[in-house]
């Protein structure tokens, strides 16, 4: 690993919860390998595009790393029926490269979540920077496409580690809420690690009391690191 730069930022209105406020660490990298990041991941740090980071708030140790125990998943009812109405969408798996259709449909789930849940709108440079670090990084990140009839319905950029996937971005088309892709998009990285014998699908942070994180609590059995770093198991 080659760290260019570190910073830390100063308390700012966190993002998940709005009556606290957020600093982070970051480490700047011009190198980095799959193992290295392993060994990072396990300590609670994440990593966009060239940029690792972890939360170090003062007053606060909600943001909680969370992974799927694959092995041991079991769906629940309501996710069997998401898998089974999706069977007919195809994944395509490649490594991460700019295209039109992901910007637009980027776009297009950008502009539905602002309607639907306050998201700053998007911005045409803001979108393409954003797109642009899922595809600038330090060792080779995979993207997701899911094609219904030949459309693509969703994106997922995915990091492949030594000990499992680390799910760091998705969207999908706002217009098919019936399909619960987002759920899909989960449910198919947690079908490939077990496929591939992986026990952990890495899903970023779970932090209790931030609404848009509770689709995470759902994925079990699931270890969420406690505030000392140790994995903490729950299950149905």
């Avoid at 700053?120 to 920077?129: N, Q």
Wanted: aromatic share 12%.
């Amino acid at each position: 690993m080659e760290i260019s730069k570190k910073h830390i930022t100063s308390p700012d209105r966190c993002g998940y919860l709005p009556d606290r406020k957020w600093s982070l660490e970051y480490n700047f990298v011009t190198a980095l390998s799959p193992d290295e990041y392993q060994a990072l991941i396990e300590r609670g740090w994440r990593k966009y595009g060239h940029a690792l980071f972890r939360p170090v708030c003062q007053n606060c140790r909600e943001c909680r790393p969370v992974r799927v125990l694959c092995r041991n998943f079991e769906p629940s009812r309501s996710q069997k029926r998401t898998l089974e109405k999706n069977r007919d969408i195809e994944i395509v798996v490649s490594e991460a490269a700019p295209d039109r259709e992901i910007f637009e449909l980027y776009v297009r789930h950008h502009e539905s979540r602002s309607a639907m849940v306050g998201w700053p709108e998007p911005d045409f440079l803001g979108s393409m920077s954003h797109l642009s670090t899922m595809v600038d990084n330090p060792f080779p990140i995979e993207q997701w496409c899911h094609f219904l009839e030949g459309g693509l319905v969703g994106t997922c950029y995915v990091d492949p580690l030594p000990a499992g996937l680390s799910a760091v971005y998705s969207f999908y088309d706002p217009d098919l809420p019936e399909r619960s892709l987002g759920t899909w998009m989960i449910l198919s990285l947690i079908e490939r690690c077990r496929s591939l014998g992986l026990p952990y699908l890495y899903l970023g942070y779970y932090v209790e009391g931030c609404r848009s994180m509770s689709y995470k609590k759902k994925f079990l059995p699931q270890e969420i690191q406690d505030v000392e770093g140790n994995w903490q198991v729950f299950s149905r």
